[in-house]
């Protein structure tokens, strides 16, 4: 059974019953390998983790820094159609910043109904995801393009080479209200060239064995990490001044 093979995938890969589990995705291979719809991927992850834990979707969306209006119940994720499958889900409860917000589904979603201002600070789904002791699952991609989870733990250290920028746009809440509102990110600062680099952060979470599962497009592609022990080992190199060797590079300015 598609479903039984799914969720034996994840538990391979470090899930386990009532886990709070953040999932980041590229399903195609997935999809197409098992002959299952989102859907059936969503409830699998679901089930992996039990009636007891609870499944976190990234929702990101971009369109509010560009003026367009975040409705709460109805933008949708630009994170693929697994996400945007998850914000569909009957029970699914969305968070409430305009850019960076979570579809959160199980036993601890109401705690992820927050409306941040910050996208990544300590009372962001990112810190509530720590609170929790949670995990951070990756499905077929690389650092660089799914762990976000990155910018909280630098946001936490408040690193020099980021800055708070705010957002100023309007919102329509879930009662369809609608009123104009600040929220903020913490940026990398473009004008000093800072590149997000964290492919070689991953390769030293993989070292230390912090990461469990396979690697990207590598039998199933799914690996799982603690977010405590991700958070406490990049603090490490953040404290010990070697960000630039693994979390970020600086841009040449006669680079294209």
């Not at 913490?186 to 599962?213: A, C, P, Q």
């Not at 592609?221 to 990049?234: K, L, T």
Request: proline share 4%; no cysteine.
């Amino acid at each position: 059974m598609p479903l039984k093979s799914l969720i034996k995938s994840w538990r391979e890969g470090g899930v386990n019953p009532g886990d709070v589990l953040l999932v980041h995705s590229s399903a195609k291979r997935t999809l197409v390998a098992h002959n299952v719809s989102p859907q059936v991927l969503v409830q699998s992850f679901l089930d992996a983790v039990g009636p007891n834990g609870t499944m976190l979707f990234p929702l990101w969306n971009f369109d509010f820094t560009k003026g367009v209006t975040f409705d709460i119940r109805n933008t949708p994720s630009h994170m693929g159609i697994v996400t945007e499958t998850a914000r569909l889900h009957p029970n699914a409860i969305r968070s409430g910043h305009p850019i960076y917000n979570v579809a959160a589904i199980g036993k601890h979603a109401a705690e992820f109904g927050m409306d941040n201002a910050s996208g990544y600070g300590l009372d962001s789904p990112f810190g509530k995801l720590r609170e929790l002791n949670g995990k951070i699952g990756v499905l077929d991609l690389d650092d660089q393009n799914s762990q976000t989870f990155y910018h909280h733990i630098e946001e936490m250290h408040d690193v020099q080479y980021r800055y708070q920028k705010e957002f100023t746009g309007q919102y329509l809440d879930m009662g369809g209200n609608n009123s104009e509102r600040t929220y903020s990110l913490f940026v990398r600062d473009i004008e000093k060239g800072i590149l997000t680099d964290v492919n070689r952060m991953g390769e030293v979470l993989w070292k230390d064995g912090l990461y469990s599962g396979d690697r990207m497009k590598e039998k199933t592609g799914f690996r799982v990490i603690s977010a405590n022990s991700m958070y406490d080992r990049v603090s490490e190199i953040i404290t010990g001044g070697k960000a630039i060797d693994y979390l970020y590079s600086i841009r040449n300015d006669n680079e294209e």
